[in-house]
C-alpha cells in the first residue's frame, strides 16, 4: 500500500532509472560524435559565432513548469554543443589554454559520473591518494626536498593562498585577531604579472595601493635591481614589506623573471618568494628548457597550472608550498567536527580537505595524474618541447613575411605581433600610423569569429597598440597551422578589402 507524508507518496523511487540510463547512454554517444570524434577535424569552425541577443533567441533558455522529454533534450545538448566554442580545435589559439588530451577527457567523463568531494579520504579515498601523489611529484620537478600542495579552481586562488599564507607566517595572530594592529604590509610584483596580484589584494584586504609594481626589462622580466630599490624605499616609509611574487611565464609576453636573483633579495630582507608559474611551470618537464625556471628551488611557494600547457581539463591549478611545517593546515583549518572527526577508524592525516579554503572540492589532480599515467614523463617532455617547437617555426616564418611584425624574440610559447595591412605598410610610424594600427586587430579577430576559422587573442599592452598573442600548446596543431594561421589573416584582411571595394 502506498505510504504517504504529507501527501508525498513514498514508495519506490521518484525517478526511472530506465529513462535516464537511456538519457545518458544518448547524450554520450552525442559528445561523441560531435565533440571528441571532430576535435580535431580542421574542416570543422572553430566558433560558430552569433551575437548575444539572437543567440538568446536561438537557444531555449527558459526554464518551464514542465519538464522536456529526452528527444527535445537532446535537441538541446546538440544546440549546446554546436553554439559552444571549440576549444579542443587545432586553430583555436585564443588562450593560455587549449586541445584535446583524451585521456584527461576520461578522467574528466568518470568524475562527473562518481561526483565525489576531495575533502575526507572516506568520501573521495581513491582521489585523495591521486592528489598527493600528483603533488609529491611537482614538488619532486620544483627540486625541493619536500613540500605540501594543493590543488584548487585557479590560477588566481593559487596565488591568493600564497599571499595569504605569507601573511600568515608573518603574523600567526591574523588567523583569530584579523587584520587589527598589523603594520602596512607590502607586497612585491613585476609590472608584467597576471592581474590576480591586484585582486587578491583587495580580496585579502592588503589594498591594491599596497602592491608594489617593480619595473621590468625589454622583454618582460623583473628587473631585480628596481626590486631592490623599492623594497628599502619601502622600509623607509615604514611600511612592512613581506612578500615578492615572480612570474614564470607572464600572461601576454610569456617572459620569465630572473628568480635566483630576486630569491637573494628575498633572502637579504627576509621576504616570501612566491613564483606564479601558472602557465610557464610547465617548462619544468622538460630537460631543455627548465632552465627557464632556474632558481625556482628557492621560492617558498608555486602556483603551477596543468591546465594550461599540460592540456589536463580546466580547472587544474595547484599551489605547491616548501617543506612540511604544516603551514596550510594551520593557517586554513577550521577542524569541522561533521567531516573532520578525529575518532575515526582510520588515520585521519588523510582527510587533507581542511588544509584548504573550500568545502566541496572537485578532484582536479586525477585529470593531470590520467594524462601523466597515460603518456609518462617523457610523453609531458615531448608535449612542452613540440610546443616551443612550434613556436620557434612560427617566429622564423613571421620574420620572413611581409606585414608581420615581430613585438620581441619570445623565450617561451606566446608569440606576440603586429599585422600591418598593405595599406599602412609605407607610412611612417607616428601617432597617426599608430592609431590605424590598433584598429586592425580588432577588425580581423571579428571577420575570424564570424568565418570561424581561427581563434586569436590579441590586446594592447602597457602603451603598445593591439597586437595578437599567438599561443601554441596543442599537439594536435602542426607546421600547417603555423603556416594557415598567417595566410588566413593576410586573407582576412583581403576579403575586408575585397568588400569594401565591391
Ligand atoms: O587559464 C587560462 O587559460 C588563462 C588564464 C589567464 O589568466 C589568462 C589567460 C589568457 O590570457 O589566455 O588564460
Redesign the pocket.
Known amino acids: 500500500s502506498a505510504v504517504l507524508v504529507d501527501g508525498v507518496v513514498l514508495n519506490g523511487p521518484t525517478t526511472d532509472a530506465k529513462a535516464g540510463e537511456k538519457f545518458v547512454e544518448e547524450a554520450c554517444r552525442l559528445i561523441m560524435e560531435e565533440v571528441v570524434l571532430k576535435a580535431t577535424d580542421v574542416n570543422e569552425k572553430v566558433c560558430e559565432w552569433r551575437p548575444p541577443e539572437q543567440l538568446k533567441q536561438l537557444l531555449d533558455l527558459e526554464m518551464r513548469d514542465s519538464g522536456e522529454p529526452p528527444h527535445r533534450l537532446l535537441e538541446l545538448c546538440r544546440d549546446v554543443i554546436r553554439y559552444s566554442v571549440k576549444t579542443n580545435h587545432p586553430r583555436f589559439f ?4 587549449a586541445g584535446l588530451d583524451y585521456y584527461s577527457l576520461v578522467a574528466r567523463f568518470m568524475t562527473e559520473a562518481l561526483n565525489p568531494s576531495v575533502y575526507t579520504y572516506e568520501v573521495s579515498p581513491v582521489f585523495l591518494l591521486v592528489e598527493e601523489a600528483v603533488l609529491k611529484k611537482m614538488i619532486e620537478f620544483i627540486g625541493w626536498k619536500e613540500g605540501d600542495g594543493i590543488f584548487n579552481p585557479g ?1 588566481s586562488v593559487s596565488n591568493m593562498y600564497a599571499i595569504n599564507l605569507a601573511r600568515y607566517k608573518y603574523h600567526p595572530d591574523i588567523k583569530e585577531k584579523g587584520l587589527f594592529g598589523l603594520p602596512r604590509l607590502i607586497l612585491f610584483t613585476s609590472a608584467e604579472c ?1 592581474y590576480s596580484m591586484k585582486k587578491a589584494a583587495s580580496f585579502l584586504g592588503i589594498g591594491t595601493e599596497n602592491v608594489c609594481f617593480v619595473e621590468t626589462d625589454g622583454r618582460g622580466k623583473m628587473i631585480p635591481e628596481e626590486l631592490e630599490k623599492k623594497v628599502c624605499q619601502a622600509r623607509k616609509e615604514g611600511a612592512a614589506p613581506f612578500l615578492v611574487c615572480a612570474t614564470s611565464g607572464t ?1 601576454v609576453l610569456g617572459a620569465f623573471d630572473p628568480l635566483d636573483e630576486i630569491a637573494d633579495i628575498c633572502e637579504r630582507h627576509s621576504l616570501w618568494l612566491h613564483v606564479d608559474a601558472s602557465w610557464g611551470g610547465s617548462a619544468l618537464m622538460s630537460r631543455k628548457h627548465r632552465k627557464l625556471l632556474h632558481g625556482i628551488h628557492r621560492a617558498d611557494s608555486v602556483a603551477w ?1 596543468p ?2 600547457m599540460l592540456m589536463a581539463g580546466i580547472q587544474c591549478c595547484a599551489l605547491l608550498v616548501k617543506d612540511n611545517s604544516d603551514l596550510l593546515k594551520e593557517c586554513y583549518s577550521a577542524k569541522a567536527s561533521y567531516l573532520f572527526q578525529q575518532d575515526k577508524f582510520y588515520d585521519v592525516s588523510y582527510d587533507t580537505g581542511d588544509k584548504s579554503i573550500q568545502c566541496s572540492r572537485r578532484p582536479d589532480a586525477f585529470k593531470f595524474w590520467m594524462t601523466w599515467k597515460a603518456l609518462g614523463t617523457l610523453g609531458l617532455e615531448e608535449r612542452v618541447n613540440r610546443a616551443l617547437a612550434l613556436s620557434r617555426y612560427l617566429v622564423d616564418e613571421i620574420k620572413k613575411r611581409e606585414g608581420f611584425k615581430l613585438l620581441m624574440e619570445p623565450e617561451y610559447a606566446n608569440i606576440c605581433f603586429w599585422y600591418i595591412p598593405p595599406s599602412l605598410r609605407e607610412m611612417e610610424e607616428g601617432p597617426e600610423y599608430w592609431a590605424k594600427l590598433n584598429l586592425v586587430a580588432p577588425a580581423i579577430k571579428e571577420r575570424m569569429m564570424k568565418k570561424g576559422s581561427l581563434m586569436l ?1 590579441y590586446q594592447p599592452h602597457r602603451g603598445k597598440v593591439n597586437f595578437f598573442r599567438q599561443v601554441v600548446i596543442s599537439p594536435q596543431v602542426s607546421r600547417e597551422d603555423m603556416d594557415f594561421l598567417l595566410d588566413e589573416i593576410d586573407l582576412l584582411e583581403y576579403e575586408k578589402r575585397a568588400t569594401i571595394l565591391r
Not at 585564443?94 to 589554454?97: A, F, G, I, S
Open positions: 585564443n588562450q593560455l589554454y590560477g597576471h600572461t597550472n591546465h594550461k587573442g
